[in-house]
T-cell receptor, first 114, second 113 residues
Framework: AQSVTQLDSQVPVFEEAPVELRCNYSSSVSVYLFWYVQYPNQGLQLLLKYLSGSTLVKGINGFEAEFNKSQTSFHLRKPSVHISDTAEYFCAVRVKTSYDKVIFGPGTSLSVIP | NAGVTQTPKFQVLKTGQSMTLQCAQDMNHNSMYWYRQDPGMGLRLIYYSASEGTTDKGEVPNGYNVSRLNKREFSLRLESAAPSQTSVYFC????????????FGSGTQLSVL
């Protein structure tokens, strides 16, 4: 079975500071990796995804993530955050051979402080 | 282009009442999903439908039933609501391939008293 761990439930950070949101996963088979963002009172939307190739993936709104196979991690980063980045961030995995399930982590609440 | 539409947006039920949450997508997606979101637990899969005519249990199916009415619509039914089912419910859809993203509805906030 697959599982996703997000080590930080809440991350406060000052505006224009860098941020890293951590994600680790476990799976006995190959997976695709995703980061989704949820703004207040909205559904989730995709930030970025890792399918194959370069381990550094760039997404929307200046976010990027790095896939590390040996550490089974997929950490999300942004060099300079903005107030509008305040949201809940979810890491997710999907088994490559399965067309069905997406497993989500518990989420990290990012609060950007002016 | 509406995407994924969920109704209702808010609902309050008494314990033991029944209700159906509706979900429709207009993107010709094959797969549809129902998740519940609870604080500190992320999104947990209730049921999913990999394609029209099929449904399967997710992580937390107890107390729920689903119907994939056609390719567009996927409903979630609570036959006898319990306070433990108080949650925010999200419907999602995707083309179905493993490398495709999910498209989410805006959610239904359900309170069971």
């Amino acid at each position: 079975a697959q599982s996703v761990t997000q080590l930080d439930s809440q991350v406060p950070v000052f505006e224009e500071a860098p941020v890293e949101l951590r994600c680790n996963y476990s799976s006995s088979v190959s997976v695709y990796l995703f980061w989704y963002v949820q703004y207040p009172n909205q559904g989730l939307q995709l930030l970025l995804k890792y399918l194959s190739g370069s381990t550094l993936v760039k997404g929307i709104n200046g976010f990027e993530a790095e896939f590390n196979k040996s550490q089974t991690s997929f950490h999300l980063r942004k060099p300079s955050v903005h107030i509008s980045d305040t949201a809940e961030y979810f890491c997710a995995v999907r088994v490559k051979t399965s067309y069905d399930k997406v497993i989500f982590g518990p989420g990290t609440s990012l609060s950007v402080i002016p | 282009n509406a995407g994924v539409t969920q109704t209702p947006k808010f609902q309050v039920l008494k314990t033991g009442q029944s209700m159906t949450l509706q979900c429709a997508q207009d993107m010709n997606h094959n797969s549809m999903y129902w998740y519940r979101q609870d604080p500190g637990m992320g999104l947990r899969l209730i049921y999913y439908s990999a394609s029209e005519g099929t449904t399967d249990k997710g992580e937390v199916p107890n107390g729920y039933n689903v119907s994939r009415l056609n390719k567009r619509e996927f409903s979630l039914r609570l036959e006898s609501a319990a306070p433990s089912q108080t949650s925010v419910y999200f419907c999602a859809s995707s083309l179905g391939l493993a490398n495709e993203k999910l498209f989410f509805g805006s959610g239904t906030q359900l309170s069971v008293l």
